[in-house]
């Protein structure tokens, strides 16, 4: 079972819908969470970092459960600039950083 | 240009070559990584460095050897390369306490 499970899409949605995507991770121990955006061939960039409390970083909002261990995204009013594939990070130090395989994101006009 | 700089960009081999790929970053930081991705997989940690005289192991650390030349310097050698380590490879930088990892472009590997 892999550390980090993401759903891996691909998910097609006009543009100007909402789309959420969750992430579970089975390490207990996990500290900080991440959102990775990357482009096709290209590398990975961070998105945004996911806090206990929820956070929102304008059309962006990420979740974490840590109870049931998983940590969301949700975009809202999707871009065609958004077609991209998102990457979910778990880190319990800095040599066990577990990435989720991805799941790829289609916005069409 | 960009922060972190990986050459070469795209290398195709054959099986039982030597194969280096090098990582040059003018960031300032302390910490390089040398990951691979795999379709399906996710990104994978192979070895990592938190200082010149730092080297430590990863999760897929066999078949691979990484030299830290500088603080701005890692590379990542394949001593016999095998079909099953093609793959894309990245080098990233961060900072000691921080998450973010920042990464270079990527070497695209094809081991035939």
């Known amino acids: 079972r892999k550390e980090v499970e993401q759903d891996p899409g691909p998910f097609n949605v006009p543009e100007g819908a909402t789309v959420a995507f969750n992430c579970t991770y089975s390490n207990s121990a996990s500290q900080s969470f991440f959102w990775y955006r990357q482009d096709c061939r290209k590398e990975p960039k961070l998105l945004m970092s996911v806090y206990s409390s929820g956070n929102e970083d304008g059309r962006f909002t990420a979740q974490l459960n840590r109870a049931s261990q998983y940590i969301s995204l949700l975009i809202r009013d999707s871009k065609l600039s958004d077609s991209a594939t998102y990457l979910c990070?778990?880190?319990?130090?800095?040599?066990?950083?577990?990435f989720g395989a991805g799941t790829r994101l289609t916005v069409k006009p | 240009d960009a922060d972190v700089t990986q050459t070469p960009r795209n290398r195709i081999t054959k099986t039982g070559k030597r194969i280096m790929l090098e990582c040059s970053q003018t960031k300032g930081h302390d910490r390089m990584y040398w990951y691979r991705q795999d379709p399906g997989l996710g990104l994978r940690l192979i070895y990592y460095s938190f200082d010149v005289k730092d080297i430590n192991k990863g999760e897929i650390s066999d078949g691979y050897s990484v030299s830290r030349q500088a603080q701005a310097k890692f590379s990542l050698s394949l001593e016999s390369a095998i079909p099953n380590q093609t793959a894309l490879y990245f080098c990233?930088?961060?900072?000691?306490?921080?998450?973010?990892?920042?990464f270079g472009e990527g070497s695209r590997l094809t081991v035939l």
């Open positions: 990070v778990a880190f319990t130090t800095y040599n066990d950083m577990r």
């Open positions: 990233a930088t961060s900072v000691a306490g921080a998450g973010e990892l920042f």
